[in-house]
Nanobody, 115 residues
Framework: QVQLVESGGGLVQPGGSLRLSCAASGSIFSINVMGWYRQAPGKQRELAATITRGGNTNYADSVKGRFTVSRDSAMSTVYLQMNSLKPEDTAVYYC?????????WGQGTQVTVSS
């Protein structure tokens, strides 16, 4: 099993930046991909960005060029650097991972973009 703990959310003004972190523990050797989904009020959860153990990344069109996903070499921590934030980026951001065929989720961290 894998446990995920997120940190780094908060309130930021439009145009600002935030960095989210997600620390994994447990069977991290079995992790194949880590990343971030987000869920805005009244909307379905959607992919924001993912990164594989091999370093391949995938981004939602809405965040390309503004968000950067990265990980440490041990695949134990994944980061999401969010720049040029917009009000429509307001959501609960969930860390997720796929390990040995199972999907795990963090508890979520709130990101609010507002003036």
């Amino acid at each position: 099993q894998v446990q995920l703990v997120e940190s780094g959310g908060g309130l930021v003004q439009p145009g600002g930046s935030l960095r989210l972190s997600c620390a994994a523990s447990g069977s991290i050797f079995s992790i194949n991909v880590m990343g971030w989904y987000r869920q805005a009020p009244g909307k379905q959860r959607e992919l924001a960005a993912t990164i594989t153990r091999g370093g391949n990344t995938n981004y939602a069109d809405s965040v390309k060029g503004r968000f950067t996903v990265s990980r440490d070499s041990a695949m134990s921590t994944v980061y999401l650097q969010m720049n040029s934030l917009k009000p429509e980026d307001t959501a609960v951001y969930y860390c997720y991972t796929v390990a040995a065929g199972y999907t795990y989720w963090g508890q979520g961290t709130q990101v609010t973009v507002s003036s």
